[in-house]
């Protein structure tokens, strides 16, 4: 499919109180995408995919994600979004990382009981991200990665279309984080569509196609391969060229 928009911001503005946050952000994610979102702490990124999920409403602008208003309940199911720690996720902590991933089908299921295709969808995540043998444990006895595993399996549960992370391998180690990158990169190879915040710039770079650089304005927004060409011009001036 061409030009199949996922989400799309145009002429985007918000600001908490009477001072902007992001201004005048115009960008748009195609199926497939790996975009990586960076810029300075305090620059709007996680204000940004507040704004794309619909959890924050523009000021100016308009967001519209697989075609819809982002808050729409039509396209909730279809976005599987990973929080930073310290969320409200994992404040329910008694709940198994089973439960967890179960819940990604409950828009799908509604309620009625659970049939075993949702449960084969289930166990097929959990698989699918590794930690098939954690189902029983409580989300607040897992480490930061395995945390956050569970949370993509939730949204694989779903079958969304689009994962949402923000700053996923904060507080987790080097094993964990190029363990989580390689999932990501398994999931976008299959043609998932992952928009991603990750403060550690060297890591992201080699793994996502496109970056918004974001500081308050969009200061850049293009291929991966031309934002580290522009870097690298930058570093030249800098280095006294
Ligand atoms: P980033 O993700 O790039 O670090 P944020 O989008 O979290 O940036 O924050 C952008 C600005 O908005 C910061 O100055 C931050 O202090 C402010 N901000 C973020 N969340 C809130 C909030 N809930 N209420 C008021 N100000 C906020």
Redesign the pocket.
């Known amino acids: 499919m061409v030009n199949d928009v996922i989400l799309s911001l145009d002429d985007v503005s918000f600001?908490?109180?009477d001072?902007p946050?992001?201004e005048e952000i115009t960008f748009s994610v195609e199926r497939g995408t790996f975009l990586g979102?960076v810029?300075?702490?305090?620059?709007?990124?996680?204000?940004?995919?507040?704004l794309a999920l619909g959890l924050l409403t523009p000021e100016d602008g308009e967001i519209s994600l697989f075609g819809e208003h982002p808050s729409s309940d039509d396209v909730r199911s279809r976005v599987g979004y990973v929080p930073q720690r310290g969320s409200e996720i994992d404040r329910r902590m008694p709940i198994t990382v089973e439960e967890v991933v179960t819940l990604g089908r409950v828009p799908t299921a509604g309620l009625r009981p659970l049939r075993r295709n949702d449960r084969e969808r289930v166990n097929q995540a959990l698989r699918r991200v590794g930690i098939e043998s954690l189902n029983d444990r409580r989300m607040g006895s897992l480490s930061g990665g395995q945390r956050q595993r569970a949370l993509v399996a939730r949204a694989l549960a779903a079958d969304a279309e689009l994962l949402v992370l923000?700053?996923p391998t904060v507080g987790i180690d080097a094993n964990a984080r190029s363990s989580l990158y390689d999932l990501l990169d398994s999931l976008h190879h299959d043609g998932m569509t992952i928009v991603l915040?990750d403060h550690d710039l060297g890591t992201l770079v080699e793994h996502v196609d496109m970056i918004a650089q974001?500081n308050r304005h969009l200061e850049f927004f293009g291929p991966r391969d031309a934002f580290l060409e522009e870097l690298s011009v930058v570093g030249q001036l800098a280095g006294g060229w």
């Open positions: 600001g908490y109180g001072e946050v992001v979102l810029g300075p702490n305090g620059s709007g990124k996680s204000t940004v995919l507040k923000d700053e915040i974001l």
